[in-house]
T-cell receptor, first 112, second 110 residues
């Protein structure tokens, strides 16, 4: 069957490079954001989250930046490894709602 | 701790057949969700259950029904499968906002 990654924007990097994946979110009232990683044939996996009262949050090798003025979210992956190859989704939540709205995703391809 | 489990992993149906996709979580989460994922698209919400005893429609509910059997289990039923329902189906659960996903069910309707 077709891969979920077909027809998605693709970012190709070399192993060891830093990667930046971008996401434009839709609702200015959203106050919580998550990045997910989805490897081929698997379910999405949580990477990092950020609340709207922050503009930056760091994890292990990952940093999320939030620009509420232009409704933009980015995921930075330091020293990208072949195991980082996957589809990355952003998701947003509005306070008081129990659902997430997902972006369409970006495929990251890391060459050794 | 298995997290979120889904059965079956793969299924092929003929148009008009019915089936139920099963989902269970062992994290004591209140909310559970069913999504479908099609090539080039993000995850689209079919139905969700914010708590035991409640269910609500998501973005694409037509052709589906759900049952929140108890706090652990949330099933998705296709009464009369159509080729447009060929997709990968994911179940998820959460206590607050971060959702935990199952491994998915790949469904093909011929």
């Amino acid at each position: 069957g077709e891969s979920v990654g077909l027809h998605l924007p693709t970012l190709s990097v070399q192993e060891g490079d830093n990667s930046i994946i971008n996401c434009a979110y839709s609702n200015s009232a959203s106050d919580y954001f998550i990045w997910y990683k989805q490897e081929s044939g698997k379910g999405p996996q949580f990477i990092i989250d950020i609340r709207s009262n922050m503009d930056k949050r760091q994890g292990q090798r990952v940093t999320v930046l939030l620009n509420k003025t232009v409704k933009h979210l980015s995921l930075q992956i330091a020293a990208t490894q072949p195991g980082d190859s996957a589809v990355y989704f952003c998701a947003e939540n509005m306070s008081g709602y129990s659902t997430l709205t997902f972006g369409k995703g970006t495929m990251l391809l890391v060459s050794p | 701790n298995a997290g979120v489990t889904q059965t079956p992993k793969f299924q092929v149906l003929k148009t008009g057949q019915s089936m139920t996709l099963q989902c269970a979580q062992d994290m004591n989460h209140n909310s559970m969700y069913w999504y479908r994922q099609d090539p080039g698209m993000g995850l689209r919400l079919i139905y969700y259950s914010a708590s035991e005893g409640t269910t609500d429609k998501g973005e694409v509910p037509n052709g589906y029904n759900v049952s929140r059997l108890n706090k652990r289990e949330f099933s998705l039923r296709l009464e009369s499968a159509a080729p447009s329902q060929t997709s990968v189906y994911f179940c998820a659960s959460t206590r607050s906002y971060e959702q935990y996903f199952g491994p998915g069910t790949r469904l093909t309707v011929t």
